[in-house]
T-cell receptor
């Protein structure tokens, strides 16, 4: 595996379900990100992890809970979501987000539908 | 309030001609700009970038121009090919600010017709 991978690619869940999205990067990067892309909206940054430490939470509701056990893996735990949370969730990684030019590499995304 | 704006949601160009995608920004602290390309069912792919110390960066068929006084950048693709049909996102960041986070525009869908 190379680059940034995400599983599952598609997920349908009810509002009472609990599910998790997984991201793995094989690039040796130190920073990982979760983005949300809704229809006709810019990519919205949700969370940033730098060297496994969360450095940004962009006012995301608590029904989204990130976890970064190491620099290569990132999870997004989902519980009691709302239909408006249906979107494409993208994971990205970069070498170092702090104070340097910041090219991010994206995974293919998880298309989430909340019923 | 959008800090990065791509005012054209779509653009259609004939194969072989030039495609010009535009992007405007409002934050004068931005000093690094990137273009990403996204095909359906795939994540965005980095295409080309430019720092604020330059006004032009070229990579093969792709050239990005930066006009700092106008807070405007553009991506030129020449010659355009059908495989270039995708959504193009402009992104900007302020080095040293907010951990270097990228702010994205809404994207422009480019269609290159054979």
């Amino acid at each position: 595996e190379t680059g940034v991978t995400q599983t599952p690619r598609h997920l349908v869940m009810g509002m009472t379900n609990k599910k998790s999205l997984k991201c793995e990067q094989h690039l040796g990067h130190n920073a990982m990100y979760w983005y949300k892309q809704s229809a006709k909206k810019p990519l919205e940054l949700m969370f940033v992890y730098n060297f496994k430490e969360q450095t940004e939470n962009n006012s995301v509701p608590s029904r989204f809970s990130p976890e970064c056990p190491n620099s290569s893996h990132l999870f997004l735990h989902l519980h009691t979501l709302q239909p408006e949370d249906s979107a494409l969730y993208l994971c990205a990684s970069s070498q170092d987000p702090a104070g340097s030019y910041n090219e991010q590499f994206f995974g293919p995304g998880t298309r989430l539908t909340v019923l | 309030d959008q800090q990065v704006k791509q005012n054209s949601p779509s653009l259609s160009v004939q194969e072989g001609r030039i495609s010009i995608l535009n992007c405007d920004y409002t934050n004068s602290m931005f000093d690094y700009f990137l273009w990403y390309k996204k095909y359906p069912a795939e994540g965005p792919t980095f295409l080309i970038s430019i720092s604020s110390i330059k006004d032009k960066n070229e990579d093969g068929r792709f050239t990005v121009f930066l006009n700092k006084s106008a807070k405007h950048l553009s991506l030129h693709i020449v010659p355009s090919q059908p495989g270039d049909s995708a959504v193009y996102f402009c992104a900007a960041s302020a080095r040293g600010g907010s951990q270097g986070n990228l702010i994205f525009g809404k994207g422009t869908k480019l269609s290159v017709k054979p």
